[in-house]
């Protein structure tokens, strides 16, 4: 089982590539949002989306050193508002 580390967040190559095909690519950590993306050349990696970086003083996404995984469709739930479009 290998495992992959992408910003702190450490899981295995399964789970990485299980996000990806259900199209959960919008990862949510305490104050920060990226999207999951695959490369051949250089593997996984996350893009970080620095516009919805939470500042300090702000509620975060998710407890310190934990995170969650949505589709378009819910993370733009989250923000409330149409940020994101739905990937085919």
């Excluded at 970086?53 to 149409?82: C, H, M, Q």
Aim: glycine share 6%.
């Amino acid at each position: 089982m290998e495992l992959i580390k992408l910003r702190g967040i450490e899981n295995t190559k399964e789970a990485w590539n299980e996000l990806l095909e259900s199209n959960r690519i919008f990862i949510f950590t305490y104050k920060r949002v990226y999207q999951l993306n695959y490369n051949e050349n250089s593997g996984y990696y996350l893009q970080e989306f620095d516009y919805l970086r939470k500042i300090k003083g702000e509620l975060p996404y998710t407890k310190r050193g934990r995170f969650v995984a949505y589709d378009s469709k819910d993370a733009n739930n989250l923000l409330g508002r149409e940020n994101f479009v739905e990937v085919s």
